[in-house]
């Protein structure tokens, strides 16, 4: 194992031996290929540099206290990454090669897998792109679907603290039907100068409302939006919002833990009524959020008056992470054991 300072990693990227990569050529896919340059050599008028066709994914590895390693609904993630190729027009990589490509990424780094107890983990990142040229807006005829790995800390470096957010009406994340639903590059631009404010002003991130009527509560920056309110979670519906891995296992967790659910249009007045709020996704499984600014009316929503975590929240977070880490039982076989 390398000589790093696992406890202290940043989620950030970090050079590692190998990545995985196939191309799509003459309308099939090839064979999947080691490399270990960092750097890929694509056409200057490829679609993805043009047109936005690039679609990503990001999931984790986890190596337990047994020594096993293991990976977290990698089905999910390879369903909603042809589900994104869709969306905008790309070629599907199938299961079997998303698979396959994920699993020797992992092999080819498990040096960099951070050891179970450090709160890190090997961040997978599998990425497609159109990679043939085109200048008439159209499809490309190439496409490139590569994986790599990095070690990486938490996402927020509070870690499971809570954090600030903030509410602003002058940016739009995504339309609501345009792509806000698949996990495309594009959105993330679209969102990085209100970010970059948020950031700016003391938030971890925005809490983007629906680009409609500014009304309903869609989700945070990278991460879905969810509530506790009395013994229900609440998450919101919206067409616009990413569908989480994360946020559909939180459900289906409190749902075991008897609590009720409901997934529908969350208004922002009604944040003043939940007893717990958080972000979730695969970076931080749970962010609990302190605090939401709404930047135009000046209103602060606060929530954890004791400076932690809410008690539902906390929970839920333990139990995620001890199934994704192999201490819980794996009642829903959600993982996949590498090695
Ligand atoms: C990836 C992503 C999430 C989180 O999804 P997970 O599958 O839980 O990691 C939430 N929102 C957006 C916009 C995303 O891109």
């Not at 085109?134 to 990095?150: H, I, M, N, R, T």
């Not at 679209?190 to 869609?218: C, I, N, P, W």
């Not at 946020?247 to 969350?266: C, F, H, Q, W």
């Given at each position: ?30 064979k999947i290929?080691?490399?270990?340059s ?8 490829a ?32 369903k ?163 569908p ?8 289906t ?24 709020v ?20 000046g209103?602060?929503?606060?929530y ?10 906390t ?25």
């Amino acid at each position: 194992m390398e000589n790093i300072d696992w406890k202290s990693l940043p989620f950030a990227y970090f050079k590692t031996d190998y990545n995985v990569r196939c191309y799509y050529r003459n309308g099939k896919w090839g064979k999947i290929e080691t490399s270990s340059s960092e750097y890929i050599n694509i056409h200057m008028a490829a679609t993805c540099l043009h047109y936005g066709q690039e679609a990503f994914e990001g999931m984790k590895a986890f190596r337990g206290e047994d020594g096993k390693i293991r990976i977290f609904r990698w089905e999910e993630n390879a369903k909603r990454m042809q589900r994104s190729a869709d969306g905008i027009m790309m070629a599907e990589v199938p299961a079997e090669i998303f698979k396959k490509s994920i699993v020797k990424a992992i092999r080819l780094n498990t040096k960099h897998i951070p050891p179970f107890g450090e709160g890190a983990a090997l961040y997978l990142r599998p990425l497609l792109i159109g990679s043939g040229p085109q200048v008439g807006v159209k499809p490309a005829d190439e496409y490139l679907f590569l994986v790599f790995v990095s070690p990486v800390g938490p996402y927020f470096k509070e870690g499971f603290s809570p954090v600030k957010v903030q509410i602003s009406r002058d940016y739009d994340r995504a339309a609501p039907r345009g792509t806000g639903s698949i996990k495309v590059g594009g959105n993330y631009a679209a969102g990085m100068k209100a970010g970059k404010r948020a950031h700016d002003e003391g938030f971890a991130t925005v809490l983007f409302l629906d680009s409609k009527e500014q009304k309903y509560l869609d989700e945070a920056g990278p991460a879905n939006f969810f509530a506790i309110k009395g013994n229900t979670y609440v998450t919101p519906k919206s067409d616009s919002i990413l569908p989480s891995i994360t946020n559909m296992s939180l459900m289906t967790l409190a749902e075991d833990m008897g609590y009720k659910v409901e997934r529908r249009p969350i208004t922002a007045d009604e944040l003043s009524e939940f007893d717990e709020v958080g972000a979730c996704g695969t970076a931080a499984v749970i962010s609990p959020i302190k605090l939401i600014n709404d930047r135009d009316t000046g209103k602060n929503y606060e929530y954890c008056k004791d400076g932690k975590a809410g008690p539902v929240s906390t929970k839920l977070y333990n139990r995620l992470k001890a199934i994704q880490e192999g201490t819980a039982e794996d009642k829903f076989g959600w993982n996949y054991i590498v090695e």
